[in-house]
C-alpha cells in the first residue's frame, strides 16, 4: 500500500479540530506549517489529556527533535479536519509518531484518503537540566499498547 | 446586566472551535491575539459558509477597520471553546459584530459567563481599487434579521 | 491632531520586527490578529530585556485585561515593520500603552503617518494565585519616565 | 561534516528576522511549527523581492510538496534570529531548498553551529489548473547560478 493511500483505519486515533481564517495563505489553502500545528495539538493534546499531566509544571517534556510532512492534498478554511495518530517506534527516551491529516471534499463528503502524511520524533527532556530522560511511566503506558 | 454576565443565549449564533498547542503562550493561557483570530474564523467562517462566497475571488472583501477585546477570564489548551456571535449595527458599507468567548472550566463543565467579549468593525471595499463599496446583498440578507 | 497622523516621532521607543509569508491573509494583507502579536512582541521584548526578567519563572506576570486596534492603511509581507510605543498611564498594578504601526510604502520608502493604532491595558498578576498584584519595581523605573 | 557543524558560510543566502512573543510555547522555546513559517518566509521573501512577482496575481504557484526539519538547539524569543537558504536541486517545475537557522546564545553572541536544518520542496503548479507547471523564468534564472 502506497501512503498516499493511507485511511483513517490505519490510525490508531482520530481527533478531529477546526480550521480558522488565517490558516490559508494568499494561495487559498492551509499555510503548510499550520500541518505542524494541528499535528502538535493532536499528539499533546491527546496525551495530556489521557495521562492527567501538566505542560507548565511536568518534571519531564518532550521535545521536536524531527519532523516532516509530505502533502498530497490542498485543504483550506473553513472546515473540519481530522487527524489521526499512530505509533511507530517506542525508545526509551523518544517515540516515533505518524500522523494523518484527513479532510472532507468540496461538497462536504469526507475524502479516504490521507490528505497529509507526518512524521515526529518526540525526545523527553527533564525540564531543568534539558538533558534526555526516560519516558514517564504514564505517557509509556498509554503509547505501549499502540505498538 | 454587565457584559461579564453576557451567556451564550445573548448571542444569535454559536459556533464550535477548538485550541491548539501553540495557542497557549508561556504563561499557560491563550495568547490574546488568539482570541481575534477565533472571532475573524467565526465571522467569516459563518458568512461563506452562509452566502457561498468565495473569498479568493468575490469583487468585495470584508476588512478591518477597527477591533477590540476585553479579556474577563483564562482560557487554555487542550479543550474546545465556543464562540457567539451577533450583529451590533448594519450600515451601508460596514457592518459592526460582537463576540463572546465561552469555554469549559476545569471539570470540563461549560462555563456560563463569557470568558471573552469581542467588538469587529469590518468595512467593505472593492477588490480591485479598495475603496468603499455596499455590502454585497447575500451578506446584507443575512446580517439583516440578525438585527 | 487626528490619531492617523501620528508618526514615529509620537512614541517613546521604535522596535523593528519582519514580516512572514503566513501574516498576509487571503486578501494579500497582514492578518488583523498579527498586529496583535506585534504589539505583544513589542511591549513584552522591550520590558523583558530591559529589566532582564524571565517570563518563565517571574514572581508577577503581565496579562491583557483589554487591547484594541483601528487599520489605517494595509500593510503586506515582505517587508519589515517598526513598532512605535508610549505609555499612557500607569497604575498601581495595571498600565495602558500605545502602539504604532509604521511601513514602508510600495517602493521602499518609509511612511510617516501610523498604518495602525492599538491601544493595550496589562495588569500584573501573581503567577502562583492569579490575584491582582503590584508592578514589578523594575517594570515601574522602566516605564515610570515615559510618562 | 556533520549537519550539525553547518554555519553560516554554507549557506548562499542569510536573511534576518525577528521572533516574537507568541512564537515561545509553554516550554519556553519556539514552537516547532514557527521554524516551518520562517523558512517559508525566507524562500518566498527573497523570490518575491528578487524576480518582482506577485503572489496574488502569478500565473505559477509554488505549493509545498514535503517539508522537514531536524532541531539542534533551543532558540527562543526575544530576540533575531538568521535563516540560511541554498538551492539542493533544481528540476524542470521542482526545487529542493535546504535552510539553517541560527540564532545567538544567551550573551547575544552569535553561535557559530545551526540551531535547525530545515529541507524544502517547492513544485511550482498552474494557479487555476493546479496542474504542475515549469518554474518560471524569473525563479530559474535566480535559483541556477546557485547550484
Redesign the interface.
Known amino acids: 500500500m502506497t501512503e498516499k493511500s493511507l485511511t483513517r483505519n490505519d490510525f490508531h486515533m482520530i481527533c478531529?479540530?477546526?480550521?480558522?481564517?488565517?490558516d490559508?495563505?494568499?494561495?487559498?489553502?492551509l499555510?503548510?506549517?499550520?500541518y505542524?500545528?494541528?499535528f502538535?495539538?493532536a499528539i499533546?493534546?491527546w496525551t495530556?489529556?489521557s495521562t492527567g499531566s501538566n505542560?507548565?509544571d511536568s518534571t519531564c517534556?518532550p521535545?521536536?527533535?524531527?519532523?516532516?510532512?509530505?502533502?498530497f492534498r490542498?485543504v483550506s478554511?473553513?472546515g473540519l479536519l481530522e487527524i489521526g495518530l499512530r505509533v511507530h517506534r517506542l525508545g526509551t527516551s523518544s517515540v516515533v509518531y505518524e500522523l494523518g491529516l484527513f479532510a472532507a471534499d468540496a461538497d462536504g463528503q469526507r475524502v479516504e484518503e490521507v490528505a497529509a502524511l507526518g512524521r515526529w520524533v518526540h525526545v523527553y527532556l527533564d525540564?531543568a537540566s534539558?538533558r534526555t530522560a526516560p519516558i514517564p511511566d504514564a505517557v509509556r503506558d498509554l503509547l505501549a499498547p499502540l505498538l
Open positions: 478531529v479540530t477546526a480550521t480558522r481564517w488565517a490559508n495563505d494568499m494561495f487559498g489553502h499555510n503548510n506549517a499550520v505542524y500545528q494541528l502538535d495539538s499533546n493534546g495530556i489529556e505542560p507548565m517534556i521535545v521536536v527533535a524531527e519532523s516532516s510532512c509530505k502533502f490542498e478554511f473553513p525540564r534539558r
